[in-house]
């Protein structure tokens, strides 16, 4: 994937091998990946200012918010922050679908999957 513009990832995800993953995979991409590992320090990062293209979050996270709740959070601080969310579970819940805000790209996924979805993510 090459892109003039450089893109900026913000990474949410309770596993720190998944965090490393992620961040190894899109580096020759060239695209900034922040990675961090619960919703509360995303949230903080965007309430300080830092911008993001993407908002990039596990559905399922620790400390009871889900990725669906910091997405709308995050998008409430950021309006034009666009999301993908990854998820180990499918198909999802029915009653998750109304909570859906972007693209959901399911695990285990490779380089192609994931730069396909973030691609498609960011239109």
């Known amino acids: ?6 893109h900026s990832i913000l990474f949410v995800d ?7 993953l992620v961040i ?9 990946v922040h990675a961090v590992p ?8 965007l309430r300080e200012g830092v911008r993001f293209d993407l908002l990039f979050t596990d559905i ?13 959070r995050a998008v409430a601080i950021q309006s034009d922050l666009k ?11 029915s009653h998750y679908r109304l909570k859906i805000l972007g693209r959901i790209l399911t695990k285990p996924f490779g380089r192609d999957d994931i730069d396909r979805e973030i691609q498609l993510a960011l239109i």
């Open 1 to 6: 994937m090459r892109n003039t513009h450089q």
């Open 14 to 20: 309770d596993d720190e091998s998944v965090r490393d």
């Open 24 to 32: 190894a995979m899109m580096r020759p991409s060239g695209i900034y």
């Open 38 to 45: 619960s919703a509360e320090v995303g949230l903080r990062l």
């Open 60 to 72: 399922v996270l620790p400390e009871g918010m889900n990725g669906f709740d910091l997405a709308a």
């Open 83 to 93: 999301v993908l969310y990854v998820t180990g579970v499918a198909p999802l819940p």
